[in-house]
């Protein structure tokens, strides 16, 4: 028997109280997004089209800005396989976001060669400017701040890295609340991006 | 020892098909091509390369396990995860020299008789995802890749995939798992992912800094690989060096270099003339080494002898600033984050050893706590069913081993006892 909530029951039985997540936005793909996940399905054997669904969920969280429960259903039809086994994935894999975020993702490295350089520092410094812990969104749903793990750019630390794709090196604690006021003026241009593009010298 | 495999990077558009090509790039494959598949093998198994991604395992013996008789398909997988903490080379070698990874992953597919390979990327690595992908089309317009390659025959296609964000999925059947689209979890073993791998197929999976090692083997000869470094230590090596040293960055050089030189010579010794206090040697699953041991060579064979590994050749450098309770605090929040679930002993255990370390370096430990770490992470190492377990209490266990009383003075005056400019405290 289950103890889902909206499972019709017979009277005087037990009804579960848990509250599930709210579902989200609907969600389909736009057929241009459609067709970028078919040409990403055929570098997989026909058999194993599930080996699309991170990239398919990449497009989701481009096209939507985050997972909902109803993108992970179109997922799970397109792909062929269960709700459930995409969503095993949304929620295993740090940059999936399962609720709505702000306009900036702003995520600082957190784990120890960045950390031995000031990322505590950084974190804590945009933490105050914006007046918000880590993992929320600032009122006016311009920057969500976040912690990762090892980004793997050590020799540049502290690294930020912004909406899962953008990076910014050598961040100096005390001009972190600086950045934030850079991002909102000028986008992603404010950022450093990788240092290994010597072409952008 | 002149560099070989970042010879190039910081050229500008030195990523590019053309530039490697006017380098002498795919001279490797053209040769490779010309041997039977067991030729290329025997090649590589006389160079002695071994596996950069951290276990140091024989290369060419690892292909040879791939069976040659199976009526599947099999895959190559390049594993370019790269989540270790304190390691960024394969970054390095697939931002700013693609080719030679495509290179190496040609010429592994032909000796093992695959027709795909599959480039796991991390998936924090959007922009190198960008320019493989780029890079990959570049390579099938000229014909390097795709069907018939030099006339020859071989068929040979290149993905990449990317993943999304998980430290797990460097492990390398977590990795498989990953890549059908799955959760990054290990699969027990046996059957080998060279017998049973990707989609059930006998698959290889080798490390982006080992392939690339490949078509130089095949260009230069195995004598010429395994002369560049000690006896069975041989070829190129890159030193990812982060932490508190003046010039952080990757530097290649042959494993005869110790670790001395590495922070000293290549790294600019340490920050501010301060006093160096430890170093984990290679990425932040191997146990720290102290001061005194850093005559260490910088080698698979030379860091087993200091108690400690090469694993991803990633040197974290820690000056007498920083707090040794905090650091396993530190790695400790990593791995616990990190735990992919599947084992109860390290999905649970990172989780009391975070609040253990937690609780000592806030000084609201007790004396019996310091034990009680030691004994939780006896109860992880060796009980799960990859390696992860190991890496995970592999900074506790050796911050305990070797700066015990400072855990201890934690304990005594109820406060961290080295708190740092550079931490928000």
Redesign the interface.
């Known amino acids: 028997m289950s103890f889902h909530p909206e499972m019709r029951y017979e009277s005087g039985m037990h009804v579960s109280q848990r509250e599930l997540r709210p579902d989200g936005e609907p969600f389909a793909f736009t057929p241009a997004n459609r067709d970028r996940l078919e040409q990403i399905a055929t570098?997989y054997?026909a058999e194993?089209r599930?080996?699309?669904?991170?990239?398919a969920?990449?497009i989701v969280q481009e096209q939507q800005g985050y997972v909902s429960a109803p993108a992970i259903r179109h997922v799970a039809e397109v792909?062929g396989?269960t709700p459930a086994?995409v969503d095993?994935?949304v929620t295993?894999?740090?940059?999936?976001f399962r609720q709505p975020v702000g306009k900036y993702v702003v995520q600082v490295c957190?784990?120890?060669?960045c950390?031995?350089?000031?990322a505590?520092?950084v974190?804590?410094e945009i933490s105050k400017t914006l007046g918000i812990s880590v993992g929320e969104t600032d009122p006016t749903g311009t920057f969500t701040l976040m912690e990762?793990?090892?980004?793997?750019?050590?020799?540049?630390?502290p690294v930020v890295?912004v909406n899962?794709?953008h990076?910014h090196e050598c961040q100096a604690?005390e001009d972190a609340g600086r950045l934030l006021e850079s991002l909102k003026a000028s986008g992603e241009a404010a950022l450093t991006?990788?240092h290994?593009?010597?072409?952008r010298? | 020892m002149d560099p070989v495999l970042t010879s190039h990077?910081?050229?500008?558009?030195?990523a590019t098909l053309d530039a490697y090509v006017g380098r002498g790039g795919y001279e490797g494959l053209r040769k490779a091509l010309g041997l039977a598949p067991a030729q290329v093998i025997d090649m590589v198994k006389a160079s002695g390369l071994r596996g950069r991604g951290g276990a140091g395992f024989p290369t060419g013996m690892k292909w040879q396990f791939v069976p040659k008789d199976s009526p599947r398909?099999k895959y190559l997988c390049c594993n370019a995860d790269?989540?270790?903490?304190?390691?960024?080379k394969d970054?390095?070698l697939m931002?700013?020299n693609p080719h030679l990874l495509f290179e190496g992953c040609l010429i592994g597919c032909y000796a093992i008789g695959a027709k795909v390979a599959?480039i796991y990327i991390?998936?924090?690595?959007?922009?190198v995802q960008r320019v493989l992908e780029a890079e990959i089309e570049a390579a099938r317009a000229k014909g390097y890749l795709g069907k018939n390659i030099f006339g020859s025959g071989f068929d040979c296609e290149i993905?990449a995939?990317?993943?999304?964000?998980?430290?797990e999925a460097g492990e390398e059947s977590a990795l498989l798992e990953?890549?059908?689209?799955?959760?990054?979890q290990p699969r027990l073993r046996p059957p080998f992912p060279a017998v049973v791998g990707l989609?059930g197929c006998p698959t290889a999976i080798n490390n982006v800094e080992t392939l690339c090692n490949v078509p130089l083997i095949l260009t230069n000869g195995p004598e010429w690989f395994a002369s560049l470094g000690p006896e069975k230590n041989g070829g190129p090596k890159l030193y990812?060096?982060?932490?508190?040293v003046e010039k952080?960055?990757?530097y290649e050089t042959s494993m005869h270099v110790t670790i001395r030189e590495l922070i000293d010579k290549y790294g600019g010794g340490i920050r501010g003339g301060r006093t160096l206090k430890a170093v984990?040697p290679g990425g932040?699953s191997t146990p720290v080494i102290l001061p005194d041991q850093i005559d260490a060579q910088a080698s698979f064979d030379g860091l087993v002898k200091a108690g400690s590994m090469l694993g991803s050749a990633?040197i974290?450098v820690?000056d007498d600033t920083?707090c040794m309770v905090w650091?396993a605090e530190?790695?400790m929040?990593?791995y616990r984050?990190?735990s992919?679930g599947k084992c109860t002993p390290c999905r649970e255990g990172t989780d009391w050893l975070l609040k253990i370390l937690r609780r000592i370096e806030r000084g609201e430990g007790t004396m019996r706590d310091i034990d009680l770490l030691a004994d939780v992470a006896s109860n992880i190492g060796g009980k799960t069913l990859c390696p992860f377990g190991d890496a995970a209490v592999a900074p506790v266990l050796s911050t305990i081993q070797h700066f015990r009383a400072e855990y201890e003075a934690h304990v005594r005056e109820g406060r961290c006892t080295c708190p740092a400019d550079?931490?928000?405290m």
Not at chain 1, 50 to 55: D, F, L, N, Q, Y
Not at chain 1, 115 to 118: C, N, P, Q
Not at chain 2, 82 to 88: I, R
């Open positions: 570098h054997p194993h599930r080996s699309a669904v991170i990239p969920l990449y792909i396989c086994e095993d994935v295993y894999y740090a940059m999936f957190r784990t120890l060669s950390a031995l350089r000031g505590e520092r974190t804590a990762m793990e090892c980004l793997g750019a050590c020799d540049r630390a890295m899962n794709e990076w604690p991006g990788c290994l593009e010597v072409e010298d | 990077v910081r050229e500008p558009r030195g398909p790269e989540s270790e903490p304190g390691t960024f970054h390095v931002e700013r599959y991390r998936g924090e690595f959007s922009h993905y995939h990317r993943g999304a964000g998980a430290y990953s890549l059908e689209g799955k959760r990054a989609y990812c060096i982060s932490g508190h952080p960055g990757v984990i932040s990633a974290i820690m920083t650091l530190n790695l929040h990593f984050h990190e992919c550079w931490r928000a």
